[in-house]
């Protein structure tokens, strides 16, 4: 626990990216949690569907949590809810009015609705105490409606932690980032800002959601065929505009994909989108219509594998087919990791016939993250007299540190810190990390959480680049004699020659070994290993992994 | 083979991109070959080192080849030579001065030098006659000197061959894309262009090498530490830049990675790179210069993971380090698929302390294919009354074949093939498909060619997804008895009460197999399999594969 008066701040979760995914902070023996995200896995983690924060240091001290508090809707700051309720027990769960409709939607699918204590945040006038922290919020524009930015106020002075945001001046509902409270907020003085990092390496400004409204405004009414766009399925304001525009031009619109069917339906419940009477047709009606008739909003933007783009783009979607003279807008830019997943979409959707707009060849897609110049901005604004970069990976981190600097704060008043870092910060003094704890990340695979450790990735990745060769050998009982081994490979070879000469060398290994009297088990699965493994090598230069089993009968 | 008259055209290899790696020109017997290049494998293709065109068409047809043809050195239109040579024997080779310098290397290295016929092209004056085919040259630039594209003279018409090219009107070397000579072609008369497709989707044009030059003249002076630049290895003139303004400052060079190394001896010998005496240092002298007196140039522009700037990044290299205070420009993009790497190799880099500087946060990067206007100009100038777009993803050849459109190419005269399409030109009519050959890809796994199939692939997936579990039964002779089954799980289980369960329940459906009589081993194992595996399901949601053994004494 800190020292009276100290606040500890911990990022946690995250790919490398720091503090992406929840920010722990505590003060005199009480917690508050901010967000509660997951990550999505990358190719080498073979296998896993999702990636947990560690909940290990608040499991330990699950009492003194007061409340997590979320800054906004998207996966990777409210994905772990409902992991983390299961694991540390029912918490007080803070947000505004949209992201506490998607939260309480994924508690009830985890059946832990019943259980949890959600509660709204008014960004205009919520102010919480919780244990010594007095919390308040102020709005930011993003790329999904409602975020907001929370103001601590600590015995260690007043901390500002942006979310994700960008400086949006025409953002389409009409609420911007709240400079104007951010001045007043930096006139009081702010001790310590954790500000998104994103974008930090990219200069000038990030574009309004508006230019792709004007995009859609151009594209959409020239076009004969059928028209989709595929966004996230939380990009409300993205769906709005493409909906507006449908309007305009009399298309039906039909939304396909799961996800994105609930958010509409959760979206429009709560009054963040609005959609006229008798323009959503179901699916199943498509075929009533002819294609310059509708325009489909549809999941898939990432290319992920089932999803509705993905499976019309492969042209096994059970409604939505795509053919000559189709216009497909994909209205995202891909992940780091998801690209060609996305090039693969795109390249059988031309094949199709359609032409596939996305972010490279036409402006159908803003970032919802502030630039440099955007955070330059934040910083001139709050002039915070200190900063820790957070919501990045460490290169956005270390460029939007050199922005810092650029403004003034002093260089050992800008922590750079991992996932997993201690930072302290008392009255008086600049933040300083004290200790790294344990921050691993935890896999979701399956129904298991949790149980899929480092050493199974490890086998799946050796099990992947060459393979498996299994070698059964039994030794006969009263004779000693030995039968011959069975041979099953697995992903490296094809049944031939090469596999009569391993049979052979396994036999040799086996007969070599019991005339020097070798019997014990584990010593003859060696011998068989390293004989057979050194015969692959030579043969064909790979290393498969050579699971011996010796039967004694 | 085609008809009198008609030429047969046949792009192959490559992984979605057509033609990319090599194209097949037949006509009245005789086979000219152009690029015989490779495609580095996706993460798809686990454990598979580099993919090879599929070389039966031309192995059935070894004595009609009259000779191989290649456009440029780069590794995907020349990595397969040794490949293609190896198999269907030795070929006359005809390259211009760098290429055939980068592939009688590479052909030394796969000891086929000797029985290797290579010959120089030079472009201003080489004609070939190779059977009905007469061979001209035009000199392009890209992003390695000394490319250039072939003019086929068939019976059936003028073919045009771009192989890759962007009309760069300041190259460092002063040789331009000959706009002239392609003019006067066109004026000749073009029947069909096949043309570079790489950037069809990218508006305007690409800019020339010069402004790297010009970054790295605004960047380099200014730096207290040391300055590494990192790009691929055949970028000679990137290179050159690099080194130029490091003579200006009076910075040493040094030149680390294998292939860099070799690149730049080949260039400086053959007349294409100019290094002032003492310039060069070797990285064993690194040592004793101070930071501010070198410059490195480097390999691993891609996060290749054995790369010299890998290794540097993980503080793994034996010679060079990077330190706070020391910049590190990437100066290449990322090919689709090794964004991740490179993402992480920055990351690794900024936590070293280094400022990194890449193409999104500085113009230290052009691309080396021509954009949209540029394709436009090349179109203006061959005026050709067909188009095939190659060189490019599905998508990228759609969008060249709409400028082709715009150009005023009939639509019926633009043909959209894929790899193993036979497109046939006959004097007089568009050019059209007439049937699909089989092209899949060759892979080359450690020391094997081609004997990793798509079934051992299928296999690793499985495999690096859920792990593997093999369950080994013995059946007793004469009492008929069974033992408790063995299990080995890799890749997915910890031990514990899930392998106990397995095991009962091996036991358990082995048991009830041999009450109901079943004793046939297939039958055994299947049950096996299937028991096992719904428990697993059940339990974890994974499926593992699964592999009975059942062993009879």
Known sequence: MPANGVCRI?????????????????CEGSIVVVDAGLAFPRDEHLGVDLVLPDFAYLRERR?????????????DHVG???????????LEVWATRLTLGLVKSKLDEHGLLRASDTREIDPETTVLELGPFRLEFVRMAHSIPDAVAIV???????????????????????????????????????????????????????????????AFRQIIPQRQGRVLVSSFASNVHRMQQAIDVAVTVGRKVCVVGRSMRKNVNIARNLGYMSVPDGVLIRPAELDEFRPEEVLILCT??????????????????????????????????????????VHDAINRLAKAGAEVLHEDNAPVHVSGH?????????????????????????????????????????????????????????PGRPPRIVEQIEAGVTFVDGLGVGDVRDVALRDRRRLSEDGVLIIVATLGGGNGGIAPPELIARGFAEPGPLLDEMRSEAARVLEECLDGDVREIKLLQEH????????????TGRRPMILPVVIEV
């Open 370 to 426: 502030a630039n440099a110049d955007e955070l330059r901005t934040i910083i001139s604004l709050l002039r915070p007299r200190a900063v820790m970069p957070i919501h990045g990976e460490f290169r956005m981190l270390a460029a939007h540190a050199r922005l810092a600097q650029d403004a003034g704060v002093p260089t050992e008043s800008i922590v750079l810190g991992e996932n997993g870092s201690v930072v302290e910060l008392e």
């Open 80 to 90: 772990a809810l409902p992991y983390l309720l299961r694991e540390v027990g029912p």
């Open 300 to 341: 898939g933007s990432q290319g992920e594998p089932l999803s509705a783009l993905t499976r019309i783009a492969y042209n096994d979607h059970p409604t939505v087919h795509v053919d000559r003279g189709d216009t497909v807008i994909i209205s995202a830019k891909p992940i780091p990791g998801n690209e060609l997943r």
């Open 63 to 75: 009492d003194a949590i007061k409340a997590v508090v979320l800054t906004h809707g998207h996966e």
């Open 152 to 214: 601590l106020e600590t015995p260690a002075g007043r901390i500002v932690h942006t979310g994700d945001y960008k400086l949006d001046h025409t953002p389409i509902d009409g609420l911007k980032t709240d400079v104007g409270r951010l001045a007043e907020i930096g006139n009081r003085g702010v001790d310590l800002l954790l500000g998104d990092s994103t974008n930090a390496e990219r200069h000038g400004v990030t574009q309004s959601e508006r230019v792709v409204g004007e």
């Open 10 to 26: 911990i990022p946690l979760g995250g790919l490398g990216e720091v503090g992406k995914n929840m920010t722990v902070y505590e």
């Open 528 to 539: 068989l290993h390293d004989g057979v493994g050194q015969l692959i090598y030579d043969r």
